[in-house]
């Protein structure tokens, strides 16, 4: 049991941090955009990489080289690139706040989530080299209860997040709020993209 803790502890400390895929996942929560398909996303992929890195951890310690790194990194700086430029080109003053999820196309929610997911080589280093490195000595069922215990925070963190969103979202419910909230979001990500950028250089 104390193996679950554990895990449960390391898991949440690592996800707390204020990334692109958190954002992401406010911003879906807020504009009720099948918050449920994207909080499972998040979360199932958390389990996967936790359990690769958990068991695969000395595969990857060999293979995942910095070359892949610099590749995901490329991939990513191209997402959020193109991310910003549809945030910037957007008309923020034409939103509608009674258009209904549904509507909103399921397909490119998911791409959209598996992007900041996979694309994330912070995803990797958090979930496959941090957990995978930290629970290597670990004896196998302790290595299952570590990684349940990981997966656990993982799920309650992104539906909470995604759901108190939603929740919140009833007083984002004007132009000029979400306009901040826009803006915050353009932001974030380009400094988020500088900062990768620099990373590679």
Known sequence: MEYLVLGF????????????????????????????IVCLICSISDLILIFLGIFLFHYFNQYFN????LILNLFLILFLLHFIFKKIKSHYSDINF??????ISKLNIVFKTLGFTYLNPHVYSDTVFFLGNFSKN???????????????????FFFILGYLSNYLSKYANSKKIWKIINVFIICFMSILTLFIIKEIL
């Open 9 to 36: 502890f390391t898991g949440i400390s690592l996800i707390l941090a204020i990334g692109a895929q958190n954002i992401f996942v406010i911003e879906q929560g807020l504009k009720k955009q099948h918050i449920f």
């Open 66 to 69: 910095s070359l892949i790194e």
């Open 98 to 103: 009674s258009i209904e999820p549904n509507n």
């Open 138 to 156: 670990y004896l196998l069922n302790q290595k299952i209860l570590f990684g349940i215990g990981a997966s656990i925070a993982s799920f309650l």
